[in-house]
């Protein structure tokens, strides 16, 4: 066990009534799916019930009100009225190289936007308020799924795109490295595959593995850069529902390495940040 924090709200800035009387948060009250530590140390979380931003600091206080995404709302917003799907807030969030700006990518698309399309929404610290520029993602399917985001340049990001099969039913377990500069003029960021997580070259065999190896699961959720052609990959393992590796039995977590078929050219303060 390495430690941890736990996540609290000494100073009463949510306001609706929280499970616990000591103001400890729980699942109940928030529902974080995405994180990232900002320049000063404090981190920046993503949930699914607002979807709000919530800012805490390195002992897991909240340090100021959950910022809502104008416009959206989860079913759980007290505001009512909701236009997005429970459990589709925000999946990915990343700090841009500058620490200047958050980008918050929902999991599931807004009533109205094109089936399959993800609002990627800007975020300004310094103000703690979404800035209202906004970008967007298609999915290959609207049946499929992100998984996380993360920063490679002001205008790149890694994005994790995935079906909802395991095992031998999985056919989209990918990597893309996504371009916010739209050089193709169709209104959504430019992608180009970086890694096919079902067909990845393993000669050597690592870990007894197949020649190619596959990670088959349901929940790939997380993906961050370690050089500039190297990025790694975890699942969360949903023990014991998911069997991705092995029917029947449940899967344990994976951490995986994965080496670029040519270089990131990331900036040079998100390969610092590792």
Do not use: C
């Amino acid at each position: 066990m390495l430690g941890g924090i736990t996540l609290t709200d000494p100073n009463g800035h949510i306001k609706t009534p929280l499970t616990r009387a000591d103001r400890v948060l729980t699942g109940a009250d928030i529902d974080i799916e995405s994180i990232t530590r900002g320049a000063d140390g404090t981190y920046w979380m993503g949930d699914e019930f607002g979807p709000y931003l919530l800012h805490f600091d390195r002992a897991g206080r909240l340090l100021s009100p959950p910022a809502p995404l104008p416009g959206v709302r989860a079913p759980e917003n007290p505001a009512g009225n909701p236009n997005l799907g429970g459990s589709k807030g925000f999946e990915g969030i990343t700090l841009s190289p500058d620490g200047k700006t958050i980008n918050a990518l929902l999991e599931g698309t807004v009533a109205g936007d094109t089936p399959g399309t993800l609002r990627l929404n800007e975020f300004d610290i310094a103000s703690n308020s979404f800035t209202g520029t906004k970008w967007l993602y298609q999915l290959e399917s609207p049946n499929f799924a992100i998984g996380d985001a993360i920063a490679v340049d002001r205008n790149r990001l890694l994005i994790i795109e995935r079906d909802s099969a395991q095992g031998a039913d999985a056919i989209v377990k990918r990597v893309y490295l996504a371009d916010k500069r739209d050089r193709d003029k169709d209104g959504k960021l430019d992608k180009t595959m970086v890694a096919d997580l079902l067909n990845l070259a393993n000669p050597k065999h690592i870990g007894g593995q197949a020649d190619p190896f596959k990670f088959p699961f349901v929940t790939i959720e997380d993906v961050t850069i370690l050089d500039d052609r190297t990025i790694a990959v975890l699942n969360d393992n949903n023990f014991p529902s998911s069997s991705g590796r092995t029917p029947g039995k449940p899967d344990n977590n994976e951490f995986i390495t994965i080496r670029l078929g040519q270089n990131l050219h990331a900036d040079p303060r998100v390969l610092r940040r590792r």
